[in-house]
């Protein structure tokens, strides 16, 4: 089982998709274990980007990320990250594949509606940084037919 950070980006939040995000992870038979809808300061945006700090797009992509509430997620999910970001579509919304959020939802890259995780150590550093700790998981009834476990 694998968690991963999920993020409705300020444009999902405006344009009214938060709802439209989870109902596609959770369809998948993912399973949300933590959620806030949350402003974000600066400083937790510098931090989470923190791998693009040398790139041009950083100071942009800092004011965007700032400029508005944001749904901050956790999802677990057998090879959830790699779930997700199949999901999620290619980073450029011109990109990405049909069916994914990316493609059905957004068209600009600065505005492409939706973060996850791209791998196990991103994961655990998003998670802490998000949330510091997630509780435990929980049972629902149709694991079973999700999982087969
Ligand atoms: P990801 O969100 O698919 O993991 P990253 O390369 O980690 O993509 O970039 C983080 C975010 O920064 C992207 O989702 C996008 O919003 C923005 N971004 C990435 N590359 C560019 C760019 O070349 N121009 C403008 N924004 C960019
Ligand atoms: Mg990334």
């Known amino acids: ?12 939040v405006q344009r009214g998709l938060v709802g439209e995000v989870i109902s596609r ?15 974000v300061s ?8 923190g791998e693009h700090k040398a790139k041009p797009f950083f100071p942009g992509l800092v004011n965007f990320i ?23 579509g290619a980073t450029n919304p011109a990109n990405a594949e049909p069916g994914t959020i990316r493609a059905d939802l957004a068209c600009d890259m600065s505005f ?6 791209d791998g196990p150590e991103s994961a655990a550093r998003e998670i802490g940084l998000w949330f510091g700790e997630v509780g435990a998981s929980y049972e629902k009834a149709v694991d079973k037919w999700v999982t087969g476990k």
Not at 70 to 86: D, L, Q, S, T
Not at 112 to 117: A, L, P, Q, R
Request: hydrophobic share 45%; charged share 25%; glycine share 8%.
């Open 66 to 88: 700032t400029s508005g509430p944001v749904m901050a997620m956790v999802w677990e999910g057998p090879n959830a990250i790699a779930m997700i970001r199949k999901t999620m």
């Open 1 to 12: 089982m694998e968690r991963s950070f999920v993020m409705v980006k300020p444009d999902g």
């Open 25 to 39: 992870f959770e369809r998948r038979g993912l399973k949300l274990v933590a959620a806030k809808l949350m402003t």
């Open 42 to 49: 600066r400083e937790l945006a510098e931090e989470h980007y």
């Open 112 to 117: 492409n509606i939706v973060h996850g995780s």
